[in-house]
């Protein structure tokens, strides 16, 4: 692909960051902010791109699934990604019509290639503009439809449908290729819910209090993070799921907390609000550079009860001696197959693999988190992942090895009664928010009571 890039052009933007995510080159939402700015992108075009790089992404299997008939021949990847995104806009989005799509996909083959990869472009286009695309209809194995129609590797469909049965993995499946909801937490030592939906109206965008957690608002009609109710401290984005440990965590003002895996910040901050202004919380994380992005959160939201510190959580109670804190978080680093709907690379970028080598951190931070709570004090594990491996498995594993830590049920906002008392599993289609797991434990002195 040549180095010739359209200033402006949402297209040729687009094709630009697909191409780097598929070199892995960066994450695509990293690189969406990047390439707005050096294509110079207007602000009415920005969702735009987002909705076509995000939306070509999200379906990147059925689009090629969809090609396939009509390529004859190799083609220069480059080429690939801009048949998908310009197919993606002809079959997802129907306000951009047929001969506008055709006709930018073959200025940008011209430009970024020559007049003969442009007339490919066109012939293959063409011919899908006269015979449409084919039924999934075609595939006969269950697992590879749900593949191919909802655009997850056949590894991971198969794996879910072992561990949650096949309807339940489609559901799950199609709900990763929504759009998320744009949700915001609210700082309750500054204001209530009720004054930050009139603060974000003055601002021209519409806010309305989520239905599963209280303090939550779900936003429209605007970007949020540009507001000053945000620059003043008193929003931060977060996902409704991410809102639950700080309540499993049955946090009072005064108490002495660990957050130990707690880059960016989002349950840190959510952590200080629950304390009110009184005890402390410890946010530690392995990576300097994300340590400063806390700190910066911390300082917007003006919450004082906020250390930090960058090391290893499983070396942490060399440092910080035993027993010292009341309540811990283990937020742990996770496949992250709970938030595919924002970061749609995340499907093609896990493997098998990582799932046992994930755990064995998982379990070693638990390990010594067991050493810093206080008797009595109250552990929480927590992920951004559906893995059955990583959650339950996880959490099995350290209570069969540590009879001093109890299950306790996990204290969670009403909406989520229906979870049970256990170990608590949020699908991203039960409430639209991320897939997430939270485990609660409390330590006890590991006498087993006689009867
Ligand atoms: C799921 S993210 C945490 C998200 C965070 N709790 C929040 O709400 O913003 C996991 C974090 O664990 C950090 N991490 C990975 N291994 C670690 C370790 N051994 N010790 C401490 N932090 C670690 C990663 O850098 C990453 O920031």
Redesign the pocket.
Same mark, same amino acid.
């Given at each position: 692909m040549k180095n010739k890039k359209i200033h402006g052009n949402v297209r040729d933007a687009a094709l630009s960051i697909l191409y780097a995510v598929e070199n892995k080159q960066a994450y695509s939402n990293l690189l969406l902010n990047t390439t707005m700015d050096s294509y110079g992108i207007s602000a009415k075009n920005k969702g735009l791109l987002t909705e076509i790089t995000y939306g070509t992404l999200q379906h990147q299997m059925t689009l090629d699934y969809y090609l396939e008939p009509y390529i004859k021949g190799k083609l220069d990847p480059w080429v690939r990604t801009l048949l998908r995104l310009s197919l993606y806009q002809i079959v997802y989005l129907d306000r951009i019509p047929f001969h506008a799509v055709i006709n930018e996909a073959v200025e940008i083959a011209k430009r970024r290639g020559h007049g003969g990869i442009a007339s490919v472009v066109n012939g293959i286009l063409r011919s899908v503009q006269r015979s449409g695309v084919r039924s999934f209809n075609e595939i006969a194995d269950p697992i590879e439809k749900i593949s191919i129609e909802t655009s997850h590797p056949a590894w991971m469909i198969k794996r879910w449908s072992e561990q949650f049965g096949l309807q339940k993995t489609r559901e799950m499946a199609l709900e990763n290729n929504k759009a998320p909801l744009q949700t915001v937490r609210v700082n309750t030592v500054q204001a209530t819910p009720e004054q930050v939906i009139e603060m974000l109206e003055s601002e021209g965008l519409t806010a309305e209090p989520s239905k599963i957690i209280p303090e939550c608002l779900v936003v429209t009609g605007g970007q949020p993070v540009r507001t000053q109710t945000f620059e003043k401290g008193f929003i931060t984005i977060q996902d409704e799921s991410?809102m639950l440990p700080a309540y499993a965590l049955q946090v009072e003002p005064g108490m002495t907390v660990l957050?130990?895996?707690? +880059? *960016?910040?989002?349950?840190?901050t959510h952590i200080a609000e629950k304390l009110e202004g009184h005890g402390a919380v410890l946010a530690?994380?392995?990576?300097a550079h994300?340590v400063k992005l806390i700190e910066e959160t911390a300082k917007r939201l003006g919450h004082q009860t906020i250390e930090t510190t960058v090391?290893?959580?499983?070396e942490s109670s060399e440092r910080f001696g035993e027993e010292k804190f009341d309540r811990i978080?283990v937020? +742990? *680093?996770?496949s992250g197959l709970g938030v595919i709907k924002r970061k749609p690379d995340i499907k093609y970028t896990k493997t098998p693999d990582d799932f046992g080598r994930l755990q064995t951190?998982q379990l070693a931070?638990l390990d010594e988190a067991v050493k810093l709570l206080k008797p009595g004090g109250i552990l929480v594990y927590s992920?951004?992942t559906v893995d059955t491996e990583e959650n339950r498995g996880t959490a099995e594993k350290f209570m069969n090895t540590h009879p001093q830590m109890e299950q306790i049920p996990a204290e969670l906002p009403a909406a989520f009664k229906s979870k049970g008392k256990g170990f608590v599993q949020v699908f991203p289609q039960d409430f639209g928010s991320d897939g997430f797991f939270i485990a609660s434990f409390r330590k006890t002195d590991g006498q087993v009571a006689e009867s």
């Amino acid at each position: 692909m040549k180095n010739k890039k359209i200033h402006g052009n949402v297209r040729d933007a687009a094709l630009s960051i697909l191409y780097a995510v598929e070199n892995k080159q960066a994450y695509s939402n990293l690189l969406l902010n990047t390439t707005m700015d050096s294509y110079g992108i207007s602000a009415k075009n920005k969702g735009l791109l987002t909705e076509i790089t995000y939306g070509t992404l999200q379906h990147q299997m059925t689009l090629d699934y969809y090609l396939e008939p009509y390529i004859k021949g190799k083609l220069d990847p480059w080429v690939r990604t801009l048949l998908r995104l310009s197919l993606y806009q002809i079959v997802y989005l129907d306000r951009i019509p047929f001969h506008a799509v055709i006709n930018e996909a073959v200025e940008i083959a011209k430009r970024r290639g020559h007049g003969g990869i442009a007339s490919v472009v066109n012939g293959i286009l063409r011919s899908v503009q006269r015979s449409g695309v084919r039924s999934f209809n075609e595939i006969a194995d269950p697992i590879e439809k749900i593949s191919i129609e909802t655009s997850h590797p056949a590894w991971m469909i198969k794996r879910w449908s072992e561990q949650f049965g096949l309807q339940k993995t489609r559901e799950m499946a199609l709900e990763n290729n929504k759009a998320p909801l744009q949700t915001v937490r609210v700082n309750t030592v500054q204001a209530t819910p009720e004054q930050v939906i009139e603060m974000l109206e003055s601002e021209g965008l519409t806010a309305e209090p989520s239905k599963i957690i209280p303090e939550c608002l779900v936003v429209t009609g605007g970007q949020p993070v540009r507001t000053q109710t945000f620059e003043k401290g008193f929003i931060t984005i977060q996902d409704e799921s991410s809102m639950l440990p700080a309540y499993a965590l049955q946090v009072e003002p005064g108490m002495t907390v660990l957050d130990m895996c707690a +880059a *960016p910040g989002g349950k840190t901050t959510h952590i200080a609000e629950k304390l009110e202004g009184h005890g402390a919380v410890l946010a530690m994380d392995l990576h300097a550079h994300k340590v400063k992005l806390i700190e910066e959160t911390a300082k917007r939201l003006g919450h004082q009860t906020i250390e930090t510190t960058v090391g290893d959580g499983r070396e942490s109670s060399e440092r910080f001696g035993e027993e010292k804190f009341d309540r811990i978080l283990v937020d +742990a *680093p996770c496949s992250g197959l709970g938030v595919i709907k924002r970061k749609p690379d995340i499907k093609y970028t896990k493997t098998p693999d990582d799932f046992g080598r994930l755990q064995t951190i998982q379990l070693a931070l638990l390990d010594e988190a067991v050493k810093l709570l206080k008797p009595g004090g109250i552990l929480v594990y927590s992920t951004c992942t559906v893995d059955t491996e990583e959650n339950r498995g996880t959490a099995e594993k350290f209570m069969n090895t540590h009879p001093q830590m109890e299950q306790i049920p996990a204290e969670l906002p009403a909406a989520f009664k229906s979870k049970g008392k256990g170990f608590v599993q949020v699908f991203p289609q039960d409430f639209g928010s991320d897939g997430f797991f939270i485990a609660s434990f409390r330590k006890t002195d590991g006498q087993v009571a006689e009867s």
